[in-house]
């Protein structure tokens, strides 16, 4: 705990003091434009890949970025995308797995999993990006955990959340009416880059080019 003492007590010697008119603004308000869903691995930073600050991603963390199929139980994601969607108002969801996921291992072989009867059930809900890898190249679980079907079922869990989310009714409406847009990314951590998928993507992009129209129009 010690690192995390220093950093506050730094936060509130040198960020705060820095940053006090952005703190005061978002006292009382917020207006994210973008709900970020990312897996809760203690490698990944948000705003640090984002280049973000305070009031700028509405984060939403979960083992394996996973978003739960709509159903009529709540949950804290299907409560989260709902109020991000309907009441924050945000434009665009990013959702970022990353690399070495341990989450997606444990897809990758649910036996293993014995012992962890809660997170066995919610990695099922990434069975079907797990099943696709197996039946493309016709492997088993061991051979399923090789870094190169590893980073393919990494992609592929992002895919199939992405399309997870068509199934929210608030999502499914803002889609139809062109008032949100969905992006799939995964972070590589060791590199630092970045693949991205749209919501009817079919294979991953790099991230120049992918969003080649942004880059331009920043750059003009």
Request: aromatic share 6%; proline share 4%.
């Amino acid at each position: 705990m010690d690192h995390i003492v220093r950093g506050v007590l730094n936060f509130h010697k040198n960020v705060y003091p820095e940053h006090k008119d952005l703190f005061g603004a978002l006292a009382n308000h917020q207006n994210p434009d973008v709900l970020f869903v990312t897996c809760s691995d203690s490698r990944i930073d948000p705003n640090m890949l984002t280049g973000s600050h305070p009031g700028d991603l509405f984060i939403c963390r979960n083992a394996g970025n996973v978003i739960p199929p709509h159903s009529n139980e709540t949950g804290s994601m299907t409560a989260s995308i709902e109020y991000a969607v309907a009441v924050l108002g945000v434009r665009h969801i990013i959702v970022c797995g990353h690399t070495d996921c341990g989450a997606i291992k444990g897809a990758l072989d649910i036996p293993a999993l014995k012992g962890l009867p809660h997170v066995k059930e919610w990695l099922g809900h990434c069975r079907s990006a797990m099943e696709i890898v197996r039946e493309r190249h016709n492997i088993g679980t061991e051979e399923c955990l090789d870094s190169k079907y590893l980073n393919e079922a990494i992609e592929e869990n992002v895919q199939q959340q992405v399309q997870h989310l068509r199934t929210h009714p608030v999502v499914a409406a803002k889609l139809a009416t062109g008032k949100i847009e969905v992006h799939g990314w995964v972070y590589d951590i060791k590199s630092g880059s970045i693949r991205c998928c749209g919501r009817d993507s079919l294979e991953f992009k790099s991230f120049d080019q992918y969003y080649a129209n942004y880059i331009a129009k920043i750059s003009d």
